[in-house]
């Protein structure tokens, strides 16, 4: 795919079925191509690590619409969205005290009620829409 220099590389879990050593030098991989051949990455995970390590920007999808795009700091570290927030504390941290912490925030999040499509309001107070809205452009 990449002999033919496109601007656009679209990767869909590329690294989902490997182990972690394998995963990573897959992703030092792409990172280096990406610099040597000056082309963008579109890349679509579940892995929320995997994204921190590799994107300068993120679009958050809840059921097929975008809910939330911004940069990487905005999204993993001051993510709006209650659908964003959520996904965000469902990852396990090795830290036991962080962990129990992002468990307490989990429930906290779940507590806050979920209608029927799934959308749960936010606890943080700027975020007060009870289904997220679908994000405008990237």
């Given at each position: 795919?990449?002999?033919?220099?496109?601007?656009?590389?679209?990767?869909?879990?590329?690294?989902s079925a490997?182990?972690?050593?394998?995963?990573?030098?897959?992703?030092?991989?792409?990172?280096?191509?990406?610099?040597?051949?000056?082309?963008?990455?579109?890349?679509?995970?579940?892995?929320?690590?995997?994204?921190?390590?590799?994107?300068?920007?993120?679009?958050?999808?809840?059921?097929?619409?975008?809910?939330?795009?911004?940069?990487?700091?905005?999204?993993?570290?001051?993510?709006?969205?209650?659908?964003?927030?959520?996904?965000?504390?469902?990852?396990?941290?090795?830290?036991?005290?962080q962990q129990?912490?992002?468990?307490?925030?989990?429930?906290?999040?779940?507590?806050?009620?979920?209608?029927?499509?799934?959308?749960?309001?936010?606890?943080?107070?700027?975020?007060?829409?009870?289904e997220p809205?679908?994000?405008?452009?990237?």
């Amino acid at each position: 795919a990449l002999s033919l220099k496109p601007q656009v590389l679209i990767a869909d879990e590329p690294t989902s079925a490997l182990d972690v050593s394998v995963q990573a030098q897959v992703l030092e991989l792409i990172e280096q191509l990406q610099k040597e051949m000056n082309f963008a990455c579109l890349f679509i995970t579940h892995d929320l690590a995997v994204i921190d390590v590799l994107a300068d920007r993120i679009a958050v999808m809840h059921h097929g619409n975008l809910v939330e795009v911004g940069t990487r700091d905005e999204i993993l570290r001051y993510p709006k969205e209650a659908y964003t927030q959520r996904l965000l504390a469902a990852v396990p941290l090795p830290d036991p005290e962080q962990q129990r912490a992002r468990r307490a925030l989990r429930l906290e999040l779940l507590a806050a009620g979920a209608d029927e499509t799934g959308a749960v309001p936010a606890v943080t107070p700027e975020v007060q829409q009870p289904e997220p809205p679908v994000a405008q452009g990237l």
